[in-house]
Structures are given as C-alpha cells and as structure tokens.
C-alpha cells in the first residue's frame, strides 16, 4: 500500500515538472509566442508586419490595422507572466505609437446581448498614447495621453491623467485623478478663431484660454468657471464681471442646473446678481434671479430687484419683483405674451426734485405682445397727488400709436393759485415710426402740433391767440430746436388767463419777441435772444413806467447764464452793455452774478437769493462812465451790500466824482394846487426793511452843473444814511466853487459857497451862499447872501456904491433906480409896499426859473437900515396854527390839519379873504 501511494506521487510531481517545463518553453521561446499570437489576432482580423517580445514579458506590435477602423505604427504590451494568472491581472505598460481611430469604421455586432457585462478587475501601472487620433465628422482629434496606476475592481480608480487635446475646435489640457469613479479635472480650453468668430463673435472680453473646473461620477457632472469681463459687442454698455458659473449635470434623470454669481454693468447701472436654473431633457425650466443694485445715476425707490421664470417647451410664466413694484408676463406658444405691471402707492421721497418729494405715485399697466404677425397694444393708467394719467398704446410693422389724457388735479397746493383750467385736461397724440413722427398737444389755450421727417423737426403752436414755430434737425451730433415767438400784448395774453391784477389802478402790458436756440446734447444749453419793443407798467394812480427798444441776449447752459449783451429803458434811461456778463444759479435759488457788466465799465459781482433774501454783492469800478441827456459824469464806485434772512440789509460804499458834467433838471412841482387833487387811497405804502445804509459821495475835483440857467462848478462830500425803521438821511456838505445863475433875464455870479446837510427829513439843507450881481450901464455891484434853510432862506442884500433897499430892489428886478421905476407913484409908503411886491414876486420868479422849487414865503432881511417884511406863527394844538404876517398887506392866516394829506388854509387880509384846500401827494407830516 505504501509503495502505490509513493508511486502516485511520484508520478503527479513528473507530470507538473513536465507541464510546467513545457510552458515556461513555450512562453520564454520567441517562435513560440509568434506562433500562438498569430493564431490568435489573424483569428479576429487584427493585421500587423512583425511582434518582437514573448509572451512571458510582454510583446511589441508594429504597424497594426483592424478593418481600417484602427491603426497604430507600433503596441506595446509589458507585464510580469506570473501576474497575469492571478485573479486581478496586473500590466505594467501599455503604449501605442500614432494610434487613429474612426468610430464610425468599427463594424456593428449582428447580435445584442442584453446581459450586463461584468469586467474582470484589473491593474495597469502605466498608460501612454502618443500622437492618438480619433476621427469626427470626418476631422481628426489629436489626443496625448499619460495615465498611471489604473485599477479596476468593480470601481475605476486612477492616480493622474494627462491629457492634451488638439483639433479644428481649439485645444484642450486635462490634469485629473479617478477615484473609485468619481473623476477631479482641471482643464484648460483655447478654442480656435473660428469658433470665436463663429460662436463667440458677438462677445467681447471672452478669454484666449479658459479654466474650467470638472468634477464627475456616474451620477452627475460638475463644471465651473469664472470670468473677468465679457460684454455684448453690439453694445458695449453692458458688460458682466467677476462670474462664477456652476453647470451641474444629472445622468441618469437627465436635466441641468445652473448656479451663476455675477456683476452685471448698463451704462451707469451696476448690480450684483445670483442667479439659478434647472433645465430638463422634455424642455421644462425654471430660473431665479436675485439682483442687488450697487450704482444708479438716478435715485430709486429700492435697491434690490428679484425674478422667477419658468416654462417648457409650450408656455412660461415670469414675475419681476422689487419693494415697490410688480411685474408679470405670461406666454403662450412663445408666440404671444400678456404682461400686466403695478406698484403699491409708492412715496417719492428719494427724488431730488422738491417738488416731487412729497408725492406718492400708483400706476397700473396691461398689454399683449403678439410676436407673429408682430403687435402690442395696451393701456396705461398712472396718478400721483397733482395729476392722473390714462393712455392706450398700440405698435405693429414698425408704428406706435400713443392716445392719452393727462389731467391735473385744481384743488392741489401746486395748481390752487394758478389757472390749470385752461391746460386741463391736456390731450396728448402720438404717431410714428423709425422715420417720421407727428406729435400733438390740445387744451383749452394751447395747442402744439410737432412732425418729424427723417432728421428734420418741423412744428406749430398757439398759446391763446399767440402763436410760435419750432423746427430743427436732430441728425447732427448736437441737435438743435429753433422756436420763434410773438407775443403783440402780453396784457392780452395774461387776460386770456385772468391772470392780471384785478386792481384797476395796476396795469402791465408789453410786446415781446422770442427767438431761442436749444441744443441738445450731455449738457442742454438755451441760446435766447428776446425783443420788448415796448413796455407799460403802472403800479398805482400816480406812478407808471414805459419804455422802449428792450432788448437782451443769453445763453443758458447748465445752470449758468451768459449775457452776450442787453439794453434796458428805464425811466428814459438806457442801461446796456456789449461785455459778456456771466450768472450762475443753483437748485437752491441763489443767484451768483460772477461777472455782471453795466455799461461795460461798472461790475457787479456775488451772490443773492430772493427766495431766502440773502445774499452779498459788490459794486466795482475804477472809472465808471456814464452819458446822457443828464450830464457826461465819470466816477470811481466801490460799494457792498448785505442781505440776510431776517429782512436786514447792510449797504456800504463810496462814490469818488472823478470829472463830468450834470446837465439834470428838476421838473418836478412842489406847490400843490386845486388842479393837482388827486386820490392818494391807492398809493402803496413803502414796506418797512432793516436797512443800515452809508454811502459816502465826493469827488477829486470840482464838477460842473449846466443847465440853461444855471452854469456852476460844484464839490460834493456828503454821506448818505438810514437806519432801521428810520428815513434816508444827508449828512455833509456840497461846495460850489464859481459859476452863473440867470433868472428873469438877468445874471447872477455865484461865488464860494456851501450847502450843508444835517440829516434833516425832508432835506432841508443850510444854506451860505454869496452871489454877485453886476449892473454894468451905471457900474454897481451887489452882493447877495443866502443863509438858513432851503425852506426859509434870509437873503440879505449890500450894493457897492452902497445904495438903499428900495434901489437894490429895483437894479435886481429892473435894472435901474428905484425912482426911475416908480416916479408916476406920490407915495413912499405905496414906492416901498410896490417894491417888496415886485421884489418877492420877481425873487419868486428867480428861483422857480432856475431850482424848479416854488417857494411859498420867504423872510427877506436887508442891511441895517431897514426891513420889507416879516411874519410871526403861533401853534395852538397839533391841528390849528396861526401866522401874521406884514407884506405887501397885513394878513392873518388860520392853518387846520384835517390829516397827514388835506390841510385847509383860512385868509384874512386887507383887500378881501379866501379859504384854500391842499392835498399832498405822499405820507409827510403837514403838521408846521
């Protein structure tokens, strides 16, 4: 038994040393391994010219083909035999030399197995595909691919692939691991000009190469990438930046998602937005975007805008929300759509404009987009607290159609003062399309009717009966609208509106014409130039203004003024300037004159705002001249003046008379008479202002005064002034150096003399005046002297040779002795009585030729040997007053006050009596 056992074995160790030795023949022998390989790969179509190796180690293929669906210049195959018996097969290297592949070559299997196939699990160190080319479309993708240590045990897993891809598309570089089938790769893709011209084209900022993130498994696919900047190149004011984009892919449910992260620019508008979105294989979305916007150039009532829309391949659905405002659209076969928009009442207190920053504005809005044929028609309905809005709009081939009404509400603080009736309700037309255009506005008194062709505006209008033309042409790079206006009687046109004053004593008309420029570009400007060929204004019964040949030309460009020349009449007194001046204004009202020209050579510089009544002005000039009908004069002028809000004003300056001439008359008539009763109720009384007036005027040299009585030289240094809730005030005296007086035909000399202002109101100023008559034929000189007040002059009188009262009198008015004039006359009480008649009555006359001043009573003193006259006055109250006085007659004279204005004079004289009735024309106390 022992020995049969023996024997068995011994036979089955000869039997495996047998089969072993023969099989390490076989695989170690070159001719061997050809042999069975041949068998093998000709066996299923797989050509080559030689195999180097055995199969032991591993074996090299050169120039290998398969049905011209493969082909490679040489295969290579290494591994370690003793790995490959194993349950995982391990292979050091596989690499293939300029491998080509076209799919579309590799014959289909007449059989289909619906079993799965199961992969025996694997090893591979290394796998090298040099220069591998894989056929599309009948162009070549040329592949370079390193990949190490593959395994395979029902999962996938490799340590790192390298791959470079080139072809007509562009290039691709992958660097990527495989853990147990789940692939990380970083990628780099250059797509080639074509596909920028052919796809990317209409982007801008689209980068040469693009890295892209991609993270998959047999579940899903990841990619994500980011971009810098990117815009649309048809219109380069929108733009995206700093993008992170996240594209997932679900396999086996088949459908999308997006995740995007993303500035988004238009112009001045920035936002920053998120955005999400899942796309399926039946064509059903839905998308959500969150935006926040981080810039506006306008003021918005929110900053954050969301929107959801959703659909597939038949219908959507889209909601645009913001804090205020909603939006919706609805589609239908993506052919028509209806959207309806409306806003809760939404305060518009953001707005910089005042007047809307009380406001609160609702709008409602419907329409229905039809894409094929294209149409839209709508309507629209907006209100806010001042007016209401309701339109219907309609759009098809290229025409819009816009029909709407817009009615101001009367009752609202902004429109309670004015007329709105007659602009209310305003109905607004509007028709066009990319070439013409008609435009039109109808109320109560305005129409305005605007065409458009091509380029060029053409229009008319009326205001009331008043009409205006406007044209211009919008094709230049800064359009311009040219209006011409005329307006015959601007009181006609105010009484369209009743908008004159409804006081019968006020009146205000005036003929204007208009002719403006306005351009339009970033910065509007308005270039006007306005003709008033006459004016009329009266503010009450006595006092009126008119003018004529008014005219001024400006441009108005972001908030500035420039005045290229005017000319104002203003009381017979033409002020105009051919210097540009400048003026600015400001949201706030204030007025800032930068540089303000009168006359060319007088500049008015600072600030002022009427509404605040503020504001700081300066009066400049070094040599200010002026010449007129009142005199040719030059002067230095340097005065400031103050406002602030509480209604002060502070004015402060000098006046330096460098040299001229006055030529001004008084016309004026200071006596009141029967014919001159008027009614004083409607004079406006002067308003009372917190003003501290000190304005010094004198002059380097003395300045002439001619008129046709009056030839003289004179020397001013007086201040005038005012305090607050006080009366102007003079101050200082007026030097006559020489000259001449005539009056009543004869020649009065006036030597050095003074006027001195005390600050008397009425001015009343002292007098010292000397003025010197001469009566050549019997060579005599007489002195007069003036002295007290204006308003009761003391004249005294002395004659060289000396002479009596009586013949001074008579040389002054006659021009010879008193007994000559008076010789038919017995009586000296009667020669003296006729005398001081002729002498008052022709001294009167003297000064009213020459001063334009009526004096009612004069105290006329001669030298110590005698007197003409006197009066004495004695008050009782503040009403009555009594005056004697011993002229010509004895008279007795009873004064009653019946008010500030009406004062009734009782006479009682020699040769009868009389009651007279004065009336003044403004606010003096008549109470002396």
């Known amino acids: 038994m022992i020995k049969k056992i023996y024997l068995l074995i011994s036979n089955l160790i000869i039997f495996v040393i047998l089969g072993v030795t023969t099989l390490i023949f076989i695989l170690s022998n070159d001719k061997a391994s050809q042999y069975i390989m041949d068998k093998l790969l000709t066996g299923n179509k797989i050509e080559y010219k030689k195999i180097e190796g055995s199969m032991a180690e591993g074996l090299t293929l050169h120039d290998v083909s398969y049905e011209n669906a493969l082909s490679s210049k040489s295969i290579k195959i290494s591994y370690d035999a003793k790995m490959l018996v194993s349950s995982s097969p391990a292979i050091k290297l596989i690499q293939a030399e300029d491998l080509i592949i076209d799919p579309k070559k590799f014959p289909v299997s007449q059989e289909e197995s619906k079993e799965e196939f199961s992969m025996l699990s694997f090893s591979l160190k290394q796998l090298v595909l040099n220069n591998m080319q894989v056929i599309v479309d009948e162009k070549p993708i040329t592949f370079d691919i390193n990949a190490s240590d593959i395994k395979y045990d029902k999962k996938l897993s490799v340590k790192r692939i390298l791959l470079n891809l080139a072809s007509s598309y562009g290039a691709l570089r992958v660097d990527a691991q495989i853990k147990e089938n789940s692939l990380k790769a970083k990628t780099t893709a250059s797509p080639s000009e074509e596909i920028y011209d052919t796809y990317l084209g209409f982007l801008w900022g689209i980068p040469k190469t693009l890295d892209i993130d991609i993270d998959a498994d047999l579940e899903q696919v990841s990619l994500s990438t980011k971009l810098e900047n990117i815009g649309l190149v048809y219109d380069a004011n929108l733009s995206i930046s700093n993008a992170d984009i996240k594209l997932k892919y679900f396999v086996h449910d088949g459908y999308f998602t997006l995740d995007a992260d993303y500035g988004l620019s238009y112009k001045q508008f920035q936002s920053r937005i998120n955005q999400t979105a899942i796309f399926t294989s039946f064509g059903a979305y839905y998308s959500k975007l969150n935006a926040l916007l981080t810039k506006t150039p306008l003021k918005l009532p929110f900053k954050s805008v969301s929107a959801q829309i959703a659909g597939d391949t038949v219908d959507m659905i889209a909601d645009i929300d913001t804090p205020k405002i909603h939006i919706e659209a609805l589609g239908s076969q993506y052919q028509k759509f209806i959207f309806k928009a409306g806003n809760k009442p939404m305060p518009l207190s953001f707005t910089d404009i005042d007047i809307l920053k009380n406001d609160i504005l609702e709008m409602r809005a419907e329409a229905v987009l039809d894409l094929s044929p294209f149409s839209l028609q709508g309507s629209v309905h907006a209100k806010n607290i001042y007016s209401e809005m309701d339109g219907a709009f309609e759009s098809d081939d290229g025409n819009i159609l816009y029909i709407g009404t817009l009615t101001p509400k009367a009752d609202t603080d902004l429109f309670k003062n004015s007329k709105i009736e007659f602009f209310s309700p305003l109905g607004i037309i509007l028709y066009g399309n990319s070439n013409e255009a008609i435009v039109n506005l109808d109320a109560n008194l305005l129409n305005l009717t605007m065409f458009k062709n091509g380029s060029v505006l053409n229009g008319w209008g009326n205001l009331a009966q008043n009409q205006f033309h406007i044209y211009g042409n919008i094709s230049e790079e800064k359009p311009k609208l040219y209006c011409n206006a005329s307006i015959p009687s601007v009181y006609a046109l105010l009484e369209e509106f009743s908008l004159n004053s409804k006081n019968e004593n006020e009146f205000f008309d005036a003929e204007l014409t208009i002719d403006s420029v306005f351009t339009l570009s970033e910065k509007p400007a308005l270039e006007t130039k306005i003709t008033i060929p006459w004016y009329v204004i009266q503010t009450d019964s006595q006092t009126s203004y008119q003018g004529e040949n008014v005219f001024a030309h400006a441009k108005i460009m972001d908030k500035k003024i420039n005045i290229y020349r005017y000319n104002i009449d203003i009381l017979n007194h033409q002020i105009s300037s051919e210097k540009p001046s400048a003026i600015t204004f400001d949201e706030n009202g204030t007025i800032a004159f930068e540089e303000f020209w009168i006359y060319d050579n007088l500049s008015l510089k600072g600030f002022l705002n009427p509404k605040q009544m503020k504001g700081n002005l300066k009066l400049y000039s070094e040599g200010f001249r002026y010449e007129g009908e009142e005199g040719n004069v030059s002067a230095k002028v340097d005065i400031t003046a103050f406002f602030d809000e509480n209604n002060t004003q502070n004015i402060d300056g000098i006046i330096t008379l460098l040299d001229g001439?006055?030529?001004?008359?008084?016309?004026?008539?200071?006596?009141?008479?029967?014919?001159?009763?008027?009614?004083?109720?409607?004079?406006?009384?002067?308003?009372?202002?917190?003003?501290?007036?000190?304005?010094?005027?004198?002059?380097?040299?003395?300045?002439?005064?001619?008129?046709?009585?009056?030839?003289?030289?004179?020397?001013?240094?007086?201040?005038?002034?005012q305090e607050p809730d006080d009366k102007v005030r003079l101050y200082g005296m007026l030097g006559m150096d020489e000259g001449s007086i005539s009056g009543g035909g004869k020649i009065f000399e006036l030597k050095k003399s003074e006027i001195y202002f005390y600050g008397a109101n009425p001015v009343n100023p002292y007098l010292n005046m000397h003025i010197n008559h001469y009566i050549d034929t019997d060579d005599i000189i007489i002195e007069i002297f003036i002295t007290n007040t204006l308003e009761s002059p003391v004249i005294v009188f002395s004659s060289s040779p000396a002479m009596s009262q009586d013949d001074i009198m008579s040389y002054i008015l006659f021009g010879e002795p008193a007994s000559s004039v008076f010789e038919s006359s017995t009586s000296g009480t009667t020669k003296a009585s006729l005398g001081t008649l002729f002498f008052g009555t022709g001294l009167k006359t003297i000064f009213s030729d020459t001063t334009g001043i009526n004096i009612d009573r004069l105290n006329i003193i001669t030298n110590p040997e005698g007197t003409f006259g006197y009066e004495i006055g004695a008050r009782f109250n503040k009403q009555i007053r009594i005056i004697y006085s011993n002229d010509n007659t004895q008279s007795v004279t009873l004064q009653y006050s019946l008010s500030n204005s009406i004062r009734i004079d009782v006479d009682v004289h020699e040769t009868g009596q009389g009651v007279t009735v004065l009336y003044v024309k403004d606010y003096e106390d008549l109470h002396y």
Not at 691 to 720: A, E, Q
Request: net charge neutral; no cysteine; proline share 5%.
């Open 661 to 721: 001439t006055i030529k001004y008359e008084t016309s004026g008539n200071y006596k009141i008479t029967d014919d001159d009763i008027i009614i004083i109720q409607d004079i406006k009384a002067p308003s009372k202002i917190n003003r501290h007036l000190n304005l010094h005027i004198n002059s380097l040299k003395p300045i002439g005064y001619k008129t046709k009585d009056i030839d003289i030289y004179f020397s001013p240094d007086f201040t005038v002034t």
